[in-house]
Nanobody, 112 residues
Framework: EVQLVESGGGLVQPGGSLRLSCEAS????????MRWVRQAPGKGLEWVSY????????SYADSVKGRFTISRDNAKDTLYLQMNNLKPEDTAVYYC?????RGQGTQVTVSS
């Protein structure tokens, strides 16, 4: 059974930083492409970032490029998202995704 458990969200002021983590189990994490997606209040799911299995290839949505960094530790079956210079429009529930599977999400709120 695929399990994805996100953590690290919270309330942060504009310009602040957060680091999200996603602990994965139930599938071959080290051989798997992983993604972060998010859902803002009242909006649909938005793709945020992608990383290949080895971590050497990444891509980002234009809205977060230059501010967010995706990474992974295959020895720990864990995916990360470092978010810097956060903006109010980054407020959303953030999910890590393996194919069509997602975890329960972690809430990120950016507000003064």
């Amino acid at each position: 059974e695929v399990q994805l458990v996100e953590s690290g969200g919270g309330l942060v002021q504009p310009g602040g930083s957060l680091r999200l983590s996603c602990e994965a189990s139930g599938f071959p994490f080290s051989n798997s492409v992983m993604r972060w997606v998010r859902q803002a209040p009242g909006k649909g799911l938005e793709w945020v970032s992608y990383i290949n299995s080895g971590g050497g290839s990444t891509s980002y949505a234009d809205s977060v490029k230059g501010r967010f960094t995706i990474s992974r530790d295959n020895a720990k079956d864990t995916l990360y998202l470092q978010m810097n210079n956060l903006k109010p429009e980054d407020t959303a529930v953030y999910y890590c995704a393996y194919g069509s599977e997602r975890g329960q999400g972690t809430q990120v709120t950016v507000s003064s």
